[in-house]
């Protein structure tokens, strides 16, 4: 159980292109879910919260123009880079939190997905 | 933003052998987590700690909760070739907010 994809696992698309990230809880109700970005080598980072139904909440220095998220249902969020540039290339992972709080508001993270901007 | 600081970076070891690594930070944490990540994947979670001074096990992974709140380790038994990876430690800051250490990447000979 408790198990979250994403889609696309990797993409590559041009500069200036706007690239689409969905995130899903497959077997569980998720009222909130969360975007990190990792970049080689490196920690990740959250970049925002969503929460169902509700406008997310992006952590300082990320522009929540840029990264548009939408949580739509409680079963699936997506994130979209627009007007992407090659700086944005770095592997974004999402990760849930179950409906019920799960056991001290525990998140499951999705396997990510590697985007590459040329 | 707050940071976790993590060590070693790196470690190359030989199979059969320990592993340790800690993690520390400036400000308490509620809720330690220890997760593993493998090369184009998202991060797994091995343990985690709720107690200060709670020390819990996974199996050959043992972790720590430190008294004062600020740290925690983990401990990796006997190494076997499949620990290879990347393991970070995160604590909870507020009810779901995780900060992620720098992670250490874990190398086995065999």
């Known amino acids: 159980g408790a198990v979250v994809s994403q889609h696309p696992s990797w993409v590559i698309c041009k500069s200036g292109t706007s690239v689409k990230i969905e995130c899903r809880s497959l077997?569980?109700?998720?009222?909130?879910m969360f975007w990190y970005r990792q970049f080689p080598k490196q920690s990740l980072m959250l970049m925002a919260t969503?929460?169902?139904?509700?406008?997310?909440?992006?952590e300082q220095g990320v522009e929540k123009d840029k990264f548009l998220i939408n949580h739509a249902s409680l079963t699936l969020s997506t994130l979209t880079v627009t007007s992407a540039h090659p700086e944005d290339s770095s592997f974004y992972i999402c990760?849930?939190?179950?409906?019920?709080?799960?056991?001290?508001?525990?998140?499951?993270f999705g396997p990510g997905t590697r985007l590459t901007v040329l | 933003g707050q940071q976790l600081n993590q060590s070693p970076q790196s470690m190359f070891i030989q199979e059969g052998e320990d592993v340790s690594m800690n993690c520390t930070s400036s400000?308490?944490?509620?809720?330690w987590l220890w997760y593993k990540q493998e090369p184009g994947e998202g991060p797994v979670l091995l343990i985690a700690?709720?107690?200060?001074?709670e020390l819990t096990s996974n199996g050959r992974l043992t972790a720590q909760f430190g008294i004062t709140r600020k740290d925690s380790f983990l401990n990796i038994s006997a190494s076997i070739p499949s620990d290879v990876g990347i393991y970070f430690c995160?604590?909870?800051?507020?009810?779901?907010?995780?900060?992620f250490g720098q992670g250490t990447r874990l190398t086995i000979n065999p």
């Open positions: 990760s849930a939190s179950p409906l019920a709080g799960g056991f001290h508001n525990e998140q499951f």
């Open positions: 077997d569980f109700q998720a009222t909130t």
């Open positions: 969503s929460n169902e139904g509700s406008k997310a909440t992006y």
């Open positions: 400000s308490i944490f509620n809720t």
């Open positions: 700690l709720y107690k200060a001074g």
């Open positions: 995160a604590g909870l800051q507020g009810a779901q907010k995780l900060v």
